[in-house]
């Protein structure tokens, strides 16, 4: 685990390390990419995810297994577009990025449309805290500011690079209540219980541990159950929230979908196959802007091979 210093926003000397200078060097180019226009930073983004098609073997190997994984229904030339197009919305995404991080007093709400808020509303009405729940969009960074209005704290996995975790750290403080650790449950259920909204992605791979086995895109994948557990623990309400962008336009759009009804229901399973359909309807809507790159599949069921 990243210690507490480290997942702060405090600066530290050992950031200063010659190690770190590449990443140094890049924070000094996203600065001035987070000032460009919006059309041209969409534009370079595009450029960067058409270098990865050609050159990012590893990160493009994984994201074509996840896609020809969850869409066998297309064509073998639908799969490989849909994989090129997802690697300019991943370039996209990264350019984005700079925005919150390193230029977060820059104003983006004209380009932003939000919806549902009438839904956020009434889960806050009920009196208890709020878990809403989001995805690995390729779009997840620039929508700080549109939530941060909202007035709610965030979940994060911290990064092992002391850059890049002050960074994000920094940044993301500059928009949400409180930026918590993923594994810091207690401050989690503490924020919860006294009525915040709080943010988290229950998409990733937290390994065998703490998941079970439910179905997402018709795969037997490890899906996190601290949902519903946290859920039920603080009586929290959970809604989903999702994003996508329109790279023609530079707009982004943020939609708030009404509280899960019947939730938890007290059994893990079920809980986690709701939730992971959900997400899959989103995530089908616009499936180009989805995080694919990432090992979604990483850990298996009892002997079955790596799908990796």
Same mark, same amino acid.
């Given at each position: 685990?990243?210690?507490?210093?480290?997942?702060?926003?405090?600066?530290?000397?050992? %950031? @200063? &390390?010659?190690?770190?200078?590449?990443?140094? !060097? =890049?924070?000094? *180019? +996203?600065?001035?990419?987070? #000032?460009?226009?919006?059309?041209? %930073? @969409? &534009?370079?983004?595009?450029?960067?995810?058409? !270098? =990865?098609?050609? *050159? +990012?073997?590893?990160?493009? #190997?994984?994201?074509?297994?996840?896609?020809?994984?969850?869409?066998?229904?297309?064509?073998?030339?639908?799969?490989?577009?849909?994989?090129?197009?997802?690697?300019?919305?991943?370039?996209?995404?990264?350019?984005?990025?700079?925005?919150?991080?390193?230029?977060?007093?820059?104003?983006?709400?004209?380009?932003?449309?939000?919806?549902?808020?009438?839904?956020?509303?009434?889960?806050?009405?009920?009196?208890?805290?709020?878990?809403?729940?989001?995805?690995?969009?390729?779009?997840?960074?620039?929508?700080?500011?549109?939530?941060?209005?909202?007035?709610?704290?965030?979940?994060?996995?911290?990064?092992?690079?002391?850059?890049?975790?002050?960074?994000?750290?920094?940044?993301?403080?500059?928009?949400?209540?409180?930026?918590?650790?993923?594994?810091?449950?207690?401050?989690?259920?503490?924020?919860?219980?006294?009525?915040?909204?709080?943010?988290?992605?229950?998409?990733?791979?937290?390994?065998?541990?703490?998941?079970?086995?439910?179905?997402?895109?018709?795969?037997?994948?490890?899906?996190?159950?601290?949902?519903?557990?946290?859920?039920?623990?603080?009586?929290?309400?959970?809604?989903?929230?999702?994003?996508?962008?329109?790279?023609?336009?530079?707009?982004?759009?943020?939609?708030?979908?009404?509280?899960?009804?019947?939730?938890?229901?007290?059994?893990?399973?079920?809980?986690?196959?709701?939730?992971?359909?959900?997400?899959?309807?989103?995530?089908?809507?616009?499936?180009?802007?989805?995080?694919?790159?990432?090992?979604?599949?990483?850990?298996?069921?009892?002997?079955?091979?790596?799908?990796?």
């Amino acid at each position: 685990m990243i210690d507490a210093m480290s997942s702060s926003n405090a600066f530290r000397p050992a %950031m @200063l &390390a010659p190690k770190f200078w590449p990443s140094w !060097l =890049a924070v000094a *180019l +996203a600065w001035g990419v987070a #000032r460009l226009p919006l059309s041209w %930073m @969409l &534009a370079l983004g595009r450029g960067l995810g058409h !270098l =990865a098609f050609y *050159l +990012a073997g590893s990160r493009r #190997r994984i994201a074509k297994v996840n896609i020809d994984l969850c869409f066998p229904e297309l064509t073998p030339q639908q799969r490989v577009q849909l994989l090129k197009d997802n690697l300019l919305h991943t370039g996209m995404g990264l350019t984005e990025a700079t925005i919150p991080w390193l230029y977060p007093q820059r104003n983006l709400r004209e380009s932003m449309q939000i919806n549902g808020l009438e839904h956020l509303h009434a889960a806050r009405a009920a009196g208890n805290g709020v878990l809403l729940l989001g995805g690995h969009y390729t779009c997840i960074d620039i929508t700080c500011q549109p939530l941060g209005d909202q007035g709610m704290s965030v979940m994060y996995r911290a990064n092992k690079n002391l850059v890049w975790e002050w960074l994000q750290v920094r940044g993301r403080k500059h928009f949400f209540e409180h930026v918590v650790e993923r594994s810091d449950m207690r401050q989690t259920l503490r924020l919860l219980r006294s009525g915040h909204t709080l943010w988290y992605a229950p998409d990733q791979d937290y390994g065998r541990k703490h998941s079970v086995f439910v179905p997402f895109f018709n795969i037997s994948t490890a899906t996190i159950r601290a949902t519903s557990r946290l859920a039920k623990t603080s009586n929290a309400k959970v809604l989903m929230v999702k994003v996508h962008r329109n790279p023609q336009s530079a707009q982004w759009t943020v939609t708030f979908t009404p509280a899960l009804e019947n939730f938890p229901s007290g059994d893990d399973h079920d809980d986690a196959s709701r939730i992971n359909q959900v997400l899959e309807a989103n995530i089908r809507a616009y499936p180009a802007q989805y995080l694919w790159v990432h090992r979604r599949f990483k850990t298996r069921p009892e002997g079955e091979a790596s799908i990796y």
